[in-house]
T-cell receptor
Framework: GAVVSQHPSWVICKSGTSVKIECRSL??????MFWYRQFPKKSLMLMAT?????????EQGVEKDKFLINHASLTLSTLTVTSAHPEDSSFYIC??????????????FGEGSRLTVL | AQSVTQLDSQVPVFEEAPVELRCNYS??????LFWYVQYPNQGLQLLLK??????LVKGINGFEAEFNKSQTSFHLRKPSVHISDTAEYFC????????????FGAGTRLFVKA
């Protein structure tokens, strides 16, 4: 099956620093990837849609200057949390849709990245 | 815009008992429906999906779900649960346009007791 890899799976950083999280589709191409944020015991909140070769589409209320998304290739999207603060601590999950799979809409998920900002 | 409602935040059940996790959705267009499972500190794994055709969908680990268009529901069922089924279950809806943006319900915590 399709595999999505996220890295790092776990990161601790100091307040004010920036952290980059990578999301890779290992065995398929993904023109579209999605970034979700999950708070403890809560559902997944869609942050943005990452489009290969173009700007990401952010959901209402998500700061695009705080959460920078780059989708430079068909297999890689990155999320950079800039000037991180403790309230940015969360579980970030990426997902990708197989561009070769016609019309199913099924998403393949990474294992998630737990960010802790001190 | 689509939305998803999972009616139960927690469902405790004894091992080998049947279980149903409820999900209702709303959308102005045709949708695709999914159930995902999440184990602690892990990503999501697809249990099953409804795209079209038969309204009864069978998935992995003995789960099945039935799409009911008139009631806009997609309830998940399993006739006999195991301890290992303890996890968080998310119902999700994806509209077949706009890049298949997927919205998730709040999740239902299934807790299987011995």
């Amino acid at each position: 099956g399709a595999v999505v890899s996220q890295h790092p799976s776990w990161v601790i950083c100091k307040s004010g620093t920036s952290v980059k999280i990578e999301c890779r589709s290992l065995d398929f191409q993904a023109t579209t990837m999605f970034w979700y944020r999950q708070f403890p015991k809560k559902s997944l909140m869609l942050m943005a849609t990452s489009n290969e070769g173009s700007k990401a589409t952010y959901e209402q209320g998500v700061e695009k200057d705080k959460f920078l998304i780059n989708h430079a290739s068909l297999t890689l999207s990155t999320l950079t949390v800039t000037s991180a603060h403790p309230e940015d601590s969360s579980f970030y999950i990426c997902s990708a849709r197989d561009s070769g799979t016609s019309g199913t809409g099924e998403l393949f998920f990474g294992e998630g990245s737990r960010l802790t900002v001190l | 815009a689509q939305s998803v409602t999972q009616l139960d935040s927690q469902v405790p059940v004894f091992e080998e008992a049947p279980v149903e996790l409820r999900c209702n959705y709303s959308s102005s267009v045709s949708v695709y429906l999914f159930w995902y499972v999440q184990y602690p500190n892990q990503g999501l794994q697809l249990l099953l999906k409804y795209l079209s055709g038969s309204t009864l969908v069978k998935g992995i680990n003995g789960f099945e779900a039935e799409f009911n268009k008139s009631q806009t529901s997609f309830h998940l069922r399993k006739p006999s649960v195991h301890i290992s089924d303890t996890a968080e279950y998310f119902c999700a809806v994806s509209e077949g346009t706009g890049g298949f943006k997927t919205i998730f319900g709040a999740g239902t915590r299934l807790f299987v007791k011995a």
